[in-house]
């Protein structure tokens, strides 16, 4: 069955400084991909997603995430971190006939002034 | 309209109360589904619900209990739950419930509501 794995269970970066949160996925063909973003007591957001085509992905609020087959991984990027970036951040992939999203266990991002 | 909407945002109920969560969206997503979600943990599939109907229970308590009276509505009704039951309850919807690796596949998607947080007391 598809899984994703974040090895990351808590980053803490300085704002302005570049992040890379980790996500490795588990399936035999190429997955759908999906990174999500959750600030404290709210809802998830969709940041990107990957279907097929350019391996490189851009999303929302200067996120992007770059698909590496070679390494089965998923990385979601941003260049320079804002304060407003600290939230919790899911890498997730549709199980089955997608009817199930499946979530990885998620990354704490904390930002240092 | 691109937005699940959830009521309520906050609810608080008693071990023997009967309260109803409640979601709509209008974007016409034939999927809907409920997640659950406690601290610090990512969220969990409870129901799915495709074209009004349930095709998927994951193994979820009787005292949870989904209703999709139309393709814009899905409402959870709770009762007797317990104070382990308390958490953040998601609502998300979908285009649709198999990916095709076609032209549609560009706009799938699941979006999210901001959830319901429940206090079992």
């Known amino acids: 069955a598809q899984s994703v794995t974040q090895p990351d269970i808590h980053i803490t970066v300085s704002e302005g400084a570049s992040l890379e949160l980790r996500c490795n996925y588990s399936?035999?063909?190429?997955?759908?991909l999906f990174w999500y973003v959750q600030s404290p007591g709210q809802g998830l957001q969709l940041l990107l997603k990957?279907?097929?085509?350019?391996?490189l992905v851009q999303g929302i609020k200067g996120f992007e995430a770059e698909f590496k087959r070679s390494q089965s991984s998923f990385n979601l990027r941003k260049p320079s971190v804002h304060w407003s970036d600290a939230a919790e951040y899911f890498c997730?992939?549709?199980?089955?006939?997608?009817?199930?999203?499946?979530f990885g266990t998620g990354t704490r991002l904390q930002v240092t002034l | 309209d691109t937005e699940v909407t959830q009521t309520p945002k906050h609810l608080v109920m008693g071990m023997t109360n009967k309260k109803s969560l409640k979601c709509e969206q209008h974007?016409?997503?034939?999927?809907m589904y409920w997640y659950k979600q406690k601290a610090k943990k990512p969220p969990e599939l409870m129901f799915v619900?495709?074209?009004?109907?349930?095709?998927i229970n994951e193994s979820v308590p009787s005292r949870f209990s989904p209703e999709c009276p139309n393709s814009s509505l899905l409402n959870l009704h709770l009762h007797a739950l317990q104070p382990e039951d308390s958490a953040l309850y998601l609502c998300?919807?979908?285009?649709?419930?198999?990916?095709?690796?076609?032209?549609?596949?560009?706009?799938?998607?699941?979006?999210f509501g901001s959830g319901t947080r429940l206090t079992v007391v």
């Open positions: 619900y495709s074209y009004e109907k349930l095709s």
């Open positions: 974007m016409g997503h034939r999927a």
């Open positions: 998300a919807s979908s285009q649709a419930i198999v990916l095709n690796r076609d032209s549609r596949a560009s706009n799938y998607g699941y979006t």
């Open positions: 990957y279907f097929s085509g350019d391996t």
């Open positions: 399936y035999g063909a190429t997955p759908y």
């Open positions: 997730a992939v549709p199980t089955g006939t997608a009817s199930k999203l499946t």
